[in-house]
T-cell receptor, first 110, second 114 residues
Framework: KNEVEQSPQNLTAQEGEFITINCSYS?????LHWLQQHPGGGIVSLFM???GKKKHGRLIATINIQEKHSSLHITASHPRDSAVYIC????????????FGKGTLLTVNP | DTGVSQDPRHKITKRGQNVTFRCDPISEHNRLYWYRQTLGQGPEFLTY????????KSRLLSDRFSAERPKGSFSTLEIQRTEQGDSAMYLC????????????FGPGTRLTVL
């Protein structure tokens, strides 16, 4: 069993729809990152959270440490949101290395 | 642009050749990470430096792989005797205690081994 499971693997939405991507993990963690990767490889960190909820523009991330689950929500989705979204917890320790999910490919159609 | 640069962006090589990649992190970042990403998968951890010290290496990093970070600034990742299975995107990321745990990623080097 993978340490980090994301669902769905692929998601197609119409512009304006509310999007939810889920992440479950099996390891104990100290924080979790949501990352965005556009075609061509570049990865951008969207959120790092260790409890509760964070909001940045149309993006909202939540985490439940006890249930080992996090969600990324996109409100009023737009075609420019099309990308791969990756959940990456890190288990603490002194190196803070990340363990990555396989990612969710989001396509938002106009 | 995150401030982390990698060179080259693309590398095509023949099996058996040696290749070297470079990563220039954000200047004040003392932590540097190398990850590898194959098609359709999330990245996987390869190795971690704190300043010039290489503090952790993944089992994925076989004897053909070596990484250095002289003087705690830029880092190089060398692959000797490349194999077709080495074809992947090699990503570098850096962070610092004052940025919390947020890692800033470079654009990656895409390696194709023919």
């Amino acid at each position: 069993k993978n340490e980090v499971e994301q669902s769905p693997q692929n998601l197609t939405a119409q512009e304006g729809e509310f999007i939810t991507i889920n992440c479950s993990y099996s390891v104990g963690i100290s924080a979790l990152h949501w990352l965005q990767q556009h075609p061509g490889g570049g990865i951008v960190s969207l959120f790092m959270l260790s409890s509760g909820k964070k909001k940045h523009g149309r993006l909202i991330a939540t985490i439940n440490i006890q249930e080992k689950h996090s969600s990324l929500h996109i409100t009023a989705s737009h075609p420019r949101d099309s990308a791969v979204y990756i959940c990456a917890p890190h288990s603490g320790g002194s190196n803070y290395k990340l363990t990555f999910g396989k990612g969710t490919l989001l396509t938002v159609n106009p | 642009d995150t401030g982390v640069s990698q060179d080259p962006r693309h590398k095509i090589t023949k099996r058996g050749q040696n290749v070297t990649f470079r990563c220039d992190p954000i200047s004040e970042h003392n932590r540097l990470y190398w990850y590898r990403q194959t098609l359709g998968q999330g990245p996987e951890f390869l190795t971690y430096f704190q300043n010039e010290a290489q503090l952790e290496k993944s089992r994925l990093l076989s004897d053909r792989f070596s990484a250095e970070r002289p003087k705690g600034s830029f880092s190089t990742l060398e692959i000797q005797r490349t194999e077709q299975g080495d074809s992947a995107m090699y990503l570098c990321a850096s962070s610092t205690g004052t940025s919390g745990l947020t890692q800033f990623f470079g654009p990656g080097t895409r390696l194709t081994v023919l």
